[in-house]
């Protein structure tokens, strides 16, 4: 698909991304933040306890892609600026958990492509893989800047998440584009009005964010490492 295709799809694409609405249709399990961050303390704390009770632990690709699909709210409530994010995280996210029953856990994910000496082709899932990691790091370097300051404009946070987490991995079409949108990203205000959160319930929900998905990016991260595959794509 054409980059700029992204930024003139139909608003009705919203509809189909990687989350149900009945995910959040109990208002008392929390807002959508706060769903985020408690799908990402429970898949923390599984890599915490497998990693203290010695041996190799595995995480399980079907919880991870199960509190994985909930951060395309996230991006959605990005707006236009991050539709290409939004789809591209949404498909890959989707692509992993329809083989869930077939591989089972990210690590046998890794294993096959190595196998078949495919990790970086297109549509390997292990290249999916990257890129989902990519998009929960993206959300959460984003989050860091965000809370870095109350004068840090959401622009400001998007662009420096975005140049240090996806940037280096993009065409330059793909970074023009993005460019373009981020004048598209709706203010501080408006973000946490389409978040439903106030400025302190928003700090407390992004703040489990942060903390939690590092553990679960440092996992996928070592995944790579040991098996002798580099991070620079």
Not at 224 to 229: D, G, K, N, V
């Amino acid at each position: 698909m054409d980059i700029f295709s992204y930024f003139t799809s139909a608003i009705d694409t919203e509809n189909r991304m990687g989350f149900d609405d009945d995910e959040f249709e109990d208002a008392e399990t929390g807002t959508a933040l706060s769903v985020i961050a408690d799908a990402f303390e429970e898949i923390s704390d599984l890599i915490k306890k497998g990693n203290s009770n010695g041996g190799s632990f595995e995480l399980r690709l079907k919880p991870f892609c199960d509190a994985c699909s909930l951060v395309s709210v996230l991006f959605g409530s990005l707006g236009i600026a991050f539709k290409f994010a939004e789809m591209e995280y949404t498909s890959k996210v989707r692509d992993l958990s329809d083989a869930a029953n077939l591989y089972g856990t990210l690590s046998k994910v890794i294993d096959c492509d190595v196998k078949n000496d495919s990790v970086k082709s297109a549509e390997s899932l292990t290249r999916k893989l990257r890129r989902v990691r990519q998009g929960l790091d993206l959300i959460r370097e984003l989050f860091l800047n965000f809370l870095s300051t109350d004068d840090y404009s959401l622009k400001e946070a998007a662009s420096t998440a975005y140049k240090q987490v996806c940037a280096p991995y993009h065409t330059w079409a793909v970074r023009t584009a993005v460019s373009a949108g981020m004048c598209a990203l709706p203010t501080r205000d408006q973000l946490l009005l389409n978040l439903n959160e106030t400025d302190e319930s928003a700090e407390d929900e992004m703040r489990r964010y942060i903390k939690a998905s590092l553990p679960v990016i440092k996992y996928i991260d070592n995944l790579y490492i040991s098996r002798a595959i580099t991070l620079d794509w």
